[in-house]
């Protein structure tokens, strides 16, 4: 925070009650051995920053007292703190110069007084302090020292920022407003500056004041939800595609699953057709075996009626064979169903044994 001294024009002198006044010369940029000039390096407390307007991160404005009501109670306890000469509104130049209020946090009340009191000038800021030469920095916002008994409305009911500083920091401030309240003449260095630069003797010096706010590194607020929304945007359709994704192999698996299963279903139709004349596997030889017709599922005198038929045919040079070797080999059945041995098919010598009355 810096404090310069500005030399403004009084109007009034020429009795031209409504023409504005002007600054004439900034003193302490000028010269700061005929001003006063402080740069306050400690750091605020910021207490309400949701109404700051700022420009290029400066909120400046002249600095002044606000006025209470006449029958205020705290115009009582305020005199122990705030000297009876003191800047105030009407110690001001009448045009609408950007302003910054400074008072001291008395009490609750007190305190409610004052920045209600602002709410009707141009106001650029708020300044508190503890009446208590505390060189330390002020608490945060959010400290019982700070408590109106508002649960914190008096944060957004007031439409400016407000700030707060240590109680030496304070009380020198206040001691300023007081030395530069009067015309020209009555400053400090009153006539060195007169000497220096002439001024009418109903013109006067005030108080302007910086107060630098510091942005945070980083992206600003709307930058940050911008990129808050597209971050929300990349997750939904990313997770709407997986899921798409999922859906889709999930139905396509499905697919292949029903694919293969008709494919084997036609191929064991197709095996079941084919078998007719031809064995595949080791059941379909036993199905074969069991379920094949066989002369010997016939009545007795039918299977005997194709053996005579069978034995009436010719035999061909295989079955010939066939039969020889079989006759060399020790006798046998032949494939006809004759035998080499005593002329008998086995059937019929197992008949025979089975039911001897059988001929």
């Known amino acids: 925070m810096v404090d310069h001294d500005l030399l403004f024009s009084n109007p009034l002198w020429g009795g031209a009650s409504t023409i504005p006044s002007t600054i004439i010369k900034n003193i302490t940029a000028l010269s700061g051995q005929i001003a006063y000039s402080a740069h306050i390096t400690e750091n605020m407390t910021i207490l309400s920053h949701k109404y700051a307007q700022t420009d290029n991160g400066i909120i400046q404005g002249l600095l002044y007292v606000p006025d209470l009501e006449t029958n205020d109670p705290c115009n009582a306890l305020s005199k122990a703190y705030i000297p009876s000469k003191v800047t105030r509104r009407a110690d001001l130049p009448p045009t609408n110069y950007n302003l910054i209020a400074i008072a001291p946090w008395i009490n609750p009340n007190c305190t409610q007084s004052y920045l209600a009191s602002a709410r009707v000038d141009p106001l650029r800021g708020f300044i508190l302090y503890h009446p208590d030469n505390n060189t330390d920095k002020p608490p945060g916002a959010n400290s019982e020292e700070w408590d109106l008994g508002d649960g914190g409305s008096w944060k957004v009911t007031n439409r400016y920022p407000i700030y707060a500083v240590s109680g030496v920091v304070g009380a020198e401030m206040m001691q300023q407003l007081h030395e530069y309240s009067g015309n020209v003449s009555q400053v400090p260095f009153g006539s060195n500056i007169t000497a220096l630069y002439d001024p009418d003797p109903m013109d006067y010096v005030r108080i302007w ?151």
């Open 209 to 359: 004041t910086e107060i630098r706010v510091s942005t945070p590194d980083g992206l600003p607020t709307m930058w940050i939800f911008i990129l808050a929304v597209i971050g929300v945007l990349i997750f939904v359709v990313a997770g709407t595609s997986m899921l798409m994704h999922y859906i889709t192999n999930g139905m396509v698996r499905r697919e292949r699953a029903m694919r293969k299963l008709r494919d084997r279903i036609v191929v064991e139709d197709s095996d079941g057709e084919s078998t007719h004349g031809r064995i595949h596997t080791w059941s379909t030889t036993v199905k074969k075996k069991i379920f094949r017709p066989s002369t010997r599922s016939l009545p007795i005198a039918a299977q005997e009626r194709e053996l005579r038929s069978r034995q009436s045919r010719p035999l061909s040079v295989t079955d010939e064979t066939r039969l020889r070797m079989r006759a060399l080999a020790g006798g046998g059945e032949s494939d006809d169903g004759r035998s080499s041995s005593n002329g008998r098919p086995r059937w019929k010598r197992i008949a025979i044994s089975v039911f001897p009355g059988f001929r």
